[in-house]
């Protein structure tokens, strides 16, 4: 069997016009997909860091101030 | 008040994060374990030509299809939680979680864009010798995809090839081939994969054993009967087997889990292994109370399983907690100190850069680099806030073993049956076979508790704990997406299971 794209792509095509159940999944899989990128991701789970913060030099200055933050006065703990 | 809301803040993202990764742990280890059960089937049709192999290769490649479809993408969001929630343990790790993941998301688009099309698209359309061999590349890709997930959870377990860099606030791989065969990451590949095939074998008898009682697909119920099995068997002895490695390197890596799971408070010689046991629920650190309520031990076996010698002396919670001079072991409150003096150097050595002050950094950084192996201790405020949850780790782990032990059981007695054509009159056996899904569902993700609130205070063994890993964040919005993904998890795991009834109910095609 040769491989010219053409027929790569009937393959693809054909597979995906004679699916049945997998019609129903690939609209599950969609919709999750929309969900979790678009829904939950942007209004939901932004990347602290990233969104505060502009350079990779900012965002390392912030964890060095919480990890040495946590090291308060006669060794008394200010993170819980 | 700013502890309370940190603890708070704390206990709902690991909350938040435990759902989603036991939501995750429903697919996966199906997807893990049916892939090769589907290649088995597929290679005795290729085999043997009987047309009776390909109907049933195919609709256990159905099952597969509708678990993968259900399952594919839940773990992006656990991503999503390191940003959000952990941003500190997230931006520390970075450096060393980059390439295992990165490899993982290539191995999974290409399998997925390939051979994974193939195996669904390509019945009657490619040779059979290729579709068998793409159905072979997605149960092998699919495993070396999740290696890559296991060996970043190894290395929380067990930090190792990494340096910790001061001027960036970050841990730095350092060697590669120590971080993909550390101990415990070749421990957590076999052991969790192999309970995936074993799980996967469980499904297929679970579905078969209901096809038998209902009188359907005989034929092709007691076919994949044989198969799953004998699979199952083979991948729960070697469950055992690799059990006992993980035990090992837990002994020797994560002591403190070791005694949190076996109820282990005070370090004996010739230690006995918790056969059944109850806790006795006002057990704390240092007391003198009876740790059981009621145990039955093995002798002897505890040290043999920690140490591979029967009268060794394995540590206790209070050994751990206060230290053990006699065996030469530092307690938690001896590393706090320690602890303090690495965050103390830290910040030293920060300030010296700050004003530029070269001689003061490198001095801060020698006592640093002294001390930097207890730099998770400093941030605890007591000995005792290094001990895990004891009682979830323990009736966690037993549940796990028992299960495990009844798994061995069920896999020979149905091949047994099976092979000797006297399964069908077995109902209460058959009965058991369905429900032995559910208690593989238990045991699979008992072992993921064992795993995760056994380790804990730490985010990084010994480096990082989750209090200091965490975001500053509110955690009303923590609480918000956490419903919000209980939601979304249940609405999808209706789904799954109502697709998956569904198609049981149709049965292979052409029947």
Redesign the interface.
């Known amino acids: 069997m040769s491989l010219s794209p053409r027929k790569i792509m009937d393959f693809y095509v054909n597979g995906f016009r004679s699916m049945t159940l997998g019609k129903t999944l690939w609209k599950i899989i969609l919709i999750k997909l929309i969900i979790i990128f678009a829904v939950i991701k942007f209004f939901f789970m932004p990347d602290y860091l990233h969104t505060r913060f502009n350079t990779d030099t900012e965002r390392a200055q912030h964890v060095m101030n919480v990890i040495t933050r946590a090291h308060g006065p006669g060794g008394k703990n200010l993170i819980p | 008040m ?3 809301t ?2 708070e803040l ?1 206990n709902w993202a690991r909350a938040q994060f435990a759902l989603t990764a036991m939501f995750h742990w429903i697919f996966v280890p199906l997807t893990l374990g049916l892939s090769f059960l589907c290649a088995f089937f597929e290679s005795i049709y290729v085999k043997t030509g009987k047309e009776e192999w390909r109907r049933l290769t195919r609709f256990w490649m ?1 099952l597969f ?2 678990n993968f ?2 399952g ?3 773990g ?2 656990l991503e ?2 390191f ?2 929630n952990w ?2 343990y ?3 790790v970075g450096d060393i979680f980059g390439a295992p993941l990165a490899i993982e998301g290539l191995v999974a688009f290409f399998l997925e864009a390939t051979f994974f ?1 193939v195996m ?3 019945w009657d ?3 059979k010798g290729f579709h068998l061999f793409s159905t072979w590349m997605v149960a092998i890709g699919s495993n070396l995809s999740a290696l890559w997930i296991l060996v970043a959870n190894g290395w929380m377990q067990f930090p190792t090839g990494m340096a910790f860099n ?5 841990f730095e791989m350092q060697n590669f081939w120590d971080v993909l065969f550390s101990p415990v990451a070749i421990s957590k590949f076999t052991h969790t994969t192999s309970s995936g095939f074993l799980l996967g074998s469980l499904f297929v008898i679970s579905v078969s054993s209901w096809y038998l009682l209902k009188g359907r697909h005989r034929d092709m119920a007691k076919k994949s009967i044989v198969v799953a099995s004998m699979f199952g068997l083979l991948s729960a002895l070697f469950v055992g087997f690799t059990g006992d490695e993980a035990a090992y390197t837990d002994a020797q890596k994560q002591p403190m889990k070791l005694a949190a799971f076996e109820g282990l408070w005070k370090g004996q010689e010739n230690a006995g292994l918790v056969a059944v046991g109850v806790l006795a629920p006002d057990k704390r650190p240092g007391d003198d109370k009876d740790p059981f309520v009621f145990e039955i031990r093995i002798p002897g076996l505890l040290s043999l399983l920690a140490n591979r010698s029967p009268g060794s002396f394995v540590p206790g919670i209070d050994d751990l907690v206060y230290g053990n001079k006699d065996r030469g072991i530092m307690g938690a409150n001896e590393k706090i100190t320690r602890g ?1 003096i690495a ?2 150097q ?2 030293a050595y ?1 300030k010296a850069r700050e004003i530029g002050d070269q001689a003061a950094a490198e001095g801060a950084l020698q006592e640093f680099d002294a001390h930097k192996a207890y730099l998770g201790f ?4 007591s000995p005792e806030q290094a001990v895990p949850p004891v009682a979830v780790t323990f009736y966690s782990f037993h549940a796990m073993v028992a299960l495990g032990t009844l798994f061995i059981l069920i896999f020979f007695i149905f091949l047994v049956l099976t092979m000797k054509d006297k399964i069908e009159g077995q109902r209460a056996l058959l009965l058991l076979g369905v429900l032995s899904l559910f208690l593989g569902f238990i045991a699979s993700e008992a072992g993921w508790v064992v795993a995760e609130v056994g380790r804990q205070p730490w985010a990084i063994q010994d480096l ?1 704990p989750v ?2 890993a965490r ?3 509110n955690v009303g ?1 923590v609480k ?2 956490f419903f ?2 209980l939601v ?1 998890f249940t609405v ?1 795991f209706i ?1 799954e299971v109502g ?1 998956m009834l569904k ?1 049981i109910q149709i049965g292979p095609e052409g029947k």
């Open positions: 700013l502890e309370q940190g603890l704390v159905r299809g509708i479809a259900i594919v993408a839940t992006i969001i999503f939680e940003g959000t941003s500190n997230s931006w520390m099309a669904f698209f390509g359309r490619v040779s001061p001027d960036k606030a970050r303090k965050i103390e830290l910040a920060k400093g941030y605890l405020d990082l209090t200091v975001t500053d964040i919005s918000t997406t919000m993904f979304t999808l789904a697709i198609q």
